[in-house]
């Protein structure tokens, strides 16, 4: 009955519902920790790489990961989330960088030219190993999965080039790991 609606409101349906996890909510718990969120997913990555010991570029040979984000609701949005986070990951621990000249304040990586990101051609073929066990703590023993690729695969790859780098006796602490700063660490230069 449209006419009878109030002046100014339209018809339609609403509806709105937070779901809050047992745990979750309580801030801060009596020894002064935060729970805010107990289903996150579980991971394990694994990077093989190669440094080139003259230029300093790093090519990622294999990669594997074992994932468990619980009961997965859309497999493909699962495995796009992941791999994506996996070419983030990537980017962030050998290519991307703000940059900014410390003396003027100019911005330096403006444009892709200058802001480097990881292409299909350096995203290697990602082998996924799964194991879902569902979550206790919620409706379908779902488990969060978009952070999983991004947070252990930047970690991994530059763990992985530090490990290249430990038989002699060298490493870099600072991220990117860029092809230029490689090669000054490998030529002494």
């Known amino acids: 009955k449209y006419h009878e609606m109030p002046l100014g409101s339209e018809p339609g ?65 699962v495995r796009g989330m ?41 995203v290697p073929h990602v082998e996924m190993v799964k194991h879902y066990t569902p979550s206790p703590l919620t409706p379908m023993g779902q488990k969060g999965s978009g952070e999983s690729g991004y947070l252990g695969g930047g970690a991994a790859v530059a763990s992985a080039v530090n490990d290249a780098l430990a038989p002699l006796g060298k490493e870099i602490t600072t991220l990117p790991m860029r092809v230029r700063d490689l090669e000054k660490l490998l030529n002494g230069d």
């Open 13 to 77: 349906l609403q509806a709105n519902f937070v779901w809050e996890v047992p745990t979750g909510g309580a801030l801060p718990s009596a020894d002064g920790t935060v729970q805010m969120y107990p289903c996150y997913s579980f991971e394990a990555h694994i990077p093989l790489v190669a440094i080139d010991p003259d230029t300093g570029k790093v090519e990622i040979l294999e990669y594997y990961i074992g994932h468990d984000c619980g009961t997965v609701i859309n497999p493909d949005i």
């Open 82 to 122: 992941t791999f994506g986070g996996i070419a983030h990951g990537i980017g962030a621990a050998v290519y991307e960088k703000y940059e900014f000249d410390a003396e003027s304040g100019q911005h330096l990586s403006g444009s892709f030219v200058d802001y480097l990101m990881p292409s299909a051609h350096e």
